[in-house]
């Protein structure tokens, strides 16, 4: 159970276009998620944090307007990266909270989405 | 932001060895997480320790947390191939939004 599908796994673009990556709970309802970016050989990044029927809030020095967050329902996460140049190619993943009590072990993770902008 | 520094930034053991990592953080925590990563892969959950717990088993895991220093270990014992990857601290921090801050993450290379 817990598990948070995360597409496409990779993806190329031409600088200037936008993309979207789709992260999908399907097996709970997620009333939280998260992104990450994570450069090669680096650590994870958080970015955003999004919760169902709200605005996302952003990590200091990320670009909201960039980065689209929607959190639209309870199953499903997109993360739009707008206007993709060469420095946005990183590795992007999702991460669904079970629920808001923080006590409860319940992070899982999205197999993560490899963009690389040409 | 980074929550975590993990040391070594590297480690290169023998197959059969235990493996030892560091995590240290800075800031007020409700429990922390340790999670491996493959090459280009996305994260497995490994363990989570709650902060008012000291000490934590799973298998070949065995998890250590001490608040007062801030600080937690991750030690593989009898370690194999197939232990090889990256580990990451992850802190739950303690603030009004839940979320988990990575650590800076420790590669582990387990020779044959």
């Known amino acids: 159970g817990a598990v948070v599908s995360q597409h496409p796994s990779r993806v190329i673009c031409k600088s200037g276009t936008s993309v979207k990556i789709e992260c999908r709970s399907l097996d709970f309802q997620a009333t939280t998620m998260f992104w990450y970016r994570q450069f090669p050989k680096q650590s994870l990044m958080l970015m955003a944090t999004?919760?169902?029927?709200?605005?996302?809030?952003?990590e200091q020095g990320v670009e909201k307007d960039k980065f689209l967050i929607n959190h639209a329902s309870l199953t499903l996460s997109t993360l739009t990266v707008t206007s993709a140049h060469p420095e946005d190619s990183s590795f992007y993943i999702c991460?669904?909270?079970?629920?808001?009590?923080?006590?409860?072990?319940?992070?899982?993770f999205g197999s993560g989405t490899r963009l690389t902008v040409v | 932001s980074q929550q975590g520094e993990e040391d070594p930034q590297a480690l290169s053991i023998q197959e059969g060895e235990n493996a030892t990592m560091n995590c240290s953080y800075k800031?007020?925590?409700?429990?922390l997480q340790w999670y491996r990563q493959n090459s280009g892969r996305g994260l497995v959950h490994l363990i989570l320790i709650r902060s008012n717990e000291r000490e934590k088993h799973s298998g070949r895991l065995r998890v250590t947390l001490d608040t007062s220093k801030k600080s937690s270990s991750l030690l593989i014992t009898a370690s194999r191939a197939a232990d090889t990857a990256s580990y990451f601290c992850a802190t739950d921090i303690y603030s009004s939004a839940s979320k988990i801050i990575f650590g800076s993450g420790t590669r582990l290379s387990i020779r044959p």
């Open positions: 999004s919760n169902e029927g709200s605005k996302a809030t952003y």
């Open positions: 991460s669904a909270a079970l629920d808001k009590d923080r006590a409860y072990a319940g992070y899982t």
């Open positions: 800031t007020s925590i409700n429990n």
